[in-house]
Each structure stands twice: as structure tokens, then as C-alpha cells.
């Protein structure tokens, strides 16, 4: 390896001379030490231009708020399912716990982590290897996948957000998180340790991460009365319920456990028409495999497009939201600001390359829930969106997408099987190519 060499005073003088002589760079200098990049470089015409208005518009019900946490995925695909569940009802507002779905959801992530690294364990494979070092960094965050969340619903149901509310550890999970991080890694190390007695090594990690999750989340309940009063002034008693049995009364007509995932992943060596996964991702044991079908991008928008004007229903995706936000007023564009004006640089990375070089994964997971097309019936302008960031931004707390921003940081939606072509629900009965642990593809919202 060739040595690296020090940037010495007469690159930096240099350097200084150039930046003092460039007016533009002095005017930038100015401008963004008092006002900051954003508001520098913000594209006024562009953002003006962002109407709010859709021609295919499903859900404007109340915003949810996830808080000081990663479980946008559980919200999203909750919010899908709430809109289901107030139609079958017959009401306007309606939330699920998310704190019950997250509870699960970690009790079976403990369960799955704990046995994926005893094999591991078992396998020989070094502690200091890729595998193993990410196995221990990635454990217990709080993002996820759609498949991930059915699996959760499936196994476990729902229950109405009154009936397991928030708690400080809900909205607020870091230190949670953390302490039952720190009781995971403790058990792979005695596994490490002490390869015998790896069984009860896990029995005895899993009691205690059930133990900390009730202390940290409550005791959520496994059976529960319901009553309701219709938006029609109709009283409702359903009686004793379990919470399986409620979220199969109320969502399950809309089949969500039987959607697929679609995928864009642009790197030219995963060909379209084809079954990816992630080694060692998933929660629920037993449970469906996260696998995604990579397909066009156009093909992921046609989808949505035809579930939001033909079956009037939400749709769950996945997506990189930090590039070209305006959180504030809630857009996104791909010429929203006009950063590398302001640095004179060429920000010139396509999807495939920001990919391969760790510039762009998916991190936040939310609801298509309008499209507005133009009068041509056939070009897509812009999209409406449900976040779960609180109604106190955007259009409370409601976003609009332009059409490319889609296409350049939108990664995948979860769509019903029945609308697939028959080309891919063959493709869906193959093997997945499985991609290692840490590949892009595998990040979660």
C-alpha cells in the first residue's frame, strides 16, 4: 500500500487563496454560516410549484406520531390496516397500538437472534468476522419490513391503541434498546464462552429479554372486550375477544398477509423478474421469509397507482427520505435544493451508484395515499403521502412526492399478489438469490 501523504501548508494555502478569491464562494460562506445550508439552498420556484392538490385522494385521517423511535414500519403498515378497520367499522378515527405490535416484534426478534447465533456460535465462525461483528451491531433496532410486520399481525393480531397504550420506553426506545443490547451481546458471549451450555444460555436470555420488554412496554393483554359507536350514531358490542380474533374481524377481507414486496434494486447484477433476500433477516421463527421481487420502477408506481383509483386503499412503502426533504413543509423533489450550486460541486451519482457506494438505502417506511395525474390520463405528477411524524408539519403532518423523486428514492411497496403478471408469480415461486447480511438491500425502515 503507498503511503498517504499529509496535506501540507502549501496545498492549504493554496486552497485558502482560491476560496478568498471566488466571490460566489464568499457570498455562499455568508449566506449559509447565518442562514444554513437548507434555507441557502432551497428552490424557491420548485417549492412553490409543489402543489398539494391530487386527483385520487383514499385517507386524510389524523396523522400518527412515532416519536423519538424507528418503528415507522409498524405505524405505516398499521395505518394501512386502520383504514381497513375504520371502513369495517364504520368510524372516522381509529388507531392500533403500535406499542403492542412492538412488544411482540422484540420478543420474537430475541427469540430469532439468540438461536441465529448459536448456529453461528456452533459454525466456528470467528468473532472478529464481518458476519459475526454485524450479527452484534445491528441487534435490537427498531426498524423493520412489511413481511416482518404480517408476521408480527399473523402470529399475534391487534389491538386498539387505547387498550395497550404508549409508554415513556414506546415513544422514547434508545435506552431500551440499549439494555436489552447490552443482555444479547452478555449471552453471546457466554455461548462463546461456554459452547456446552449454549441451550441454556438462550433459554435464559430469552426469559430475560421477556422480562424487560413487560418491565419496559406492560403486560399487553390477550383477550379484551370492544364496543363502538359508528359514525351512523349505532352502538356496537362485540364482547370477549382475543386480539387475533379482532384484527381477523376487521382486516383480515384485505388479505394484507398475502401481499408481495417489490423491490428496485438498480445494481445491474440483480436482473428484474427475480427473487432477492437477506441472510439472517427476519423476526418471527417460523414465520414468512423476507424476500422481495425486484422489479422497474415504473412497474412499483403502476401498482400503486392502480390500488389507489381502483381499490381506493393505502399503500405501504419503503423509501430513502433524507435526500431533497423539506421536513418542515413536508416535500420532496429531486431539485428541492439546489446544493451543489451553493458548494460548486457536482453531485452526479445515479440510484445504482449511490447504492453500491452507501450514499442512498431505504430508512423510513410510510402510506402512499392520493396520486394526482395529469389531464393526458397517463403521466404521473405527484403523490400523497401518510408519515408518522405528528400533524404539527407538512400538511398535517401529511407529504407530497414529486413523480421523480419516486422513481430515484423509493425502494419498495407491498402490493397484492393477485395483480401480478403471470411472469412473476412464477418468478415468485423460485429460490431467492440471498444476499449476505449487510448488503444494501437489506436495510430497514
Avoid at 461456554?194 to 412496554?217: C, F, N, S, Y
Avoid at 370477549?240 to 398475502?258: C, H, I, S, Y
Avoid at 451508484?353 to 389531464?375: C, I, L, P
Avoid at 405527484?382 to 398535517?396: L, M, Q
Wanted: aromatic share 10%; proline share 4%.
Amino acid at each position: 500500500m503507498s503511503e498517504i501523504k499529509p496535506l501540507d501548508e502549501s496545498q492549504l494555502n493554496e486552497m485558502r487563496s482560491s476560496f478568498d478569491s471566488n466571490k460566489s464562494c464568499r457570498m455562499a460562506m455568508n449566506a449559509v454560516t447565518d442562514a444554513g445550508i437548507n434555507k441557502v439552498a432551497h428552490n424557491y420556484d420548485r417549492a412553490r410549484l409543489l402543489q398539494r392538490s391530487f386527483s385520487t385522494l383514499v385517507d386524510d385521517g389524523e396523522a400518527t406520531h412515532q416519536d423519538r423511535s424507528g418503528r415507522c414500519w409498524l405505524f405505516s403498515s398499521l395505518n394501512v390496516a386502520r383504514f381497513v378497520a375504520k371502513k369495517s367499522m364504520n368510524i372516522t378515527e381509529f388507531e392500533f397500538s403500535q406499542n403492542y405490535a412492538m412488544y411482540y416484534d422484540k420478543l420474537e426478534r430475541i427469540n430469532y437472534f439468540l438461536q441465529d447465533m448459536a448456529e453461528i456460535v456452533r459454525s466456528g465462525e470467528p468473532v472478529d468476522s464481518r458476519l459475526f461483528q454485524h450479527m452484534l451491531s445491528d441487534v435490537m433496532g427498531d426498524g423493520g419490513q412489511w413481511t416482518m410486520a404480517m408476521n408480527v399481525y399473523k402470529k399475534y393480531g391487534a389491538v386498539p391503541k387505547p387498550l395497550f397504550p404508549e409508554t415513556e420506553s414506546s415513544k422514547n426506545t434508545g435506552e431500551m434498546n440499549t439494555q436489552l443490547r447490552r443482555m444479547l451481546h452478555t449471552a453471546v458471549a457466554h455461548m462463546v464462552a461456554d459452547p456446552e451450555h449454549i441451550d441454556e444460555i438462550v433459554a435464559q436470555a430469552k426469559e430475560a429479554g421477556h422480562r424487560m420488554l413487560t418491565i419496559h412496554l406492560g403486560e399487553p393483554p390477550v383477550s379484551f372486550d370492544w364496543e363502538w359507536t359508528d359514525k351512523d350514531g349505532e352502538f356496537h358490542r362485540l364482547g370477549t375477544v382475543t386480539p387475533q380474533e379482532f384484527w381477523k374481524r376487521f382486516v383480515g377481507d384485505a388479505n394484507l398477509e398475502d401481499y408481495v414486496c417489490l423491490v428496485d434494486d438498480p445494481r445491474q447484477e440483480h436482473a428484474k423478474g427475480h427473487k432477492i433476500g437477506i441472510e439472517h433477516l427476519n423476526n418471527v421463527a417460523g414465520g414468512d421469509a423476507t424476500e422481495y421481487l425486484n422489479v422497474p420502477v415504473q412497474f412499483m408506481k403502476d401498482c400503486v397507482r392502480k390500488i389507489l383509483e381502483e381499490q381506493g386503499i393505502p399503500v405501504w412503502f419503503g423509501a430513502d427520505c433524507h435526500p431533497m426533504m423539506d421536513r418542515e413543509q413536508g416535500a420532496w423533489a429531486t431539485d428541492l435544493f439546489e446544493y451543489g450550486d451553493v458548494y460548486d460541486v457536482n453531485f452526479d451519482m445515479d440510484k445504482e451508484q449511490r447504492v453500491r457506494f452507501a450514499d442512498s438505502a431505504m430508512n423510513h417506511a410510510m402510506a402512499f395515499v392520493g396520486v394526482d395525474v395529469a389531464e393526458d390520463g397517463k403521466t404521473t405528477r405527484r403523490w400523497r403521502v401518510e408519515n408518522s411524524w405528528g400533524t404539527k408539519i407538512a400538511d398535517k403532518g401529511y407529504f407530497t412526492m414529486s413523480d421523480e423523486w419516486f422513481s430515484q428514492y423509493v425502494y419498495e411497496v407491498a402490493v397484492p399478489k393477485a395483480m401480478l403478471p403471470e411472469e412473476y408469480r412464477k418468478a415468485l415461486e423460485e429460490p431467492a438469490t440471498m444476499l449476505p447480511a449487510w448488503d444494501p438491500m437489506g436495510a430497514l425502515a
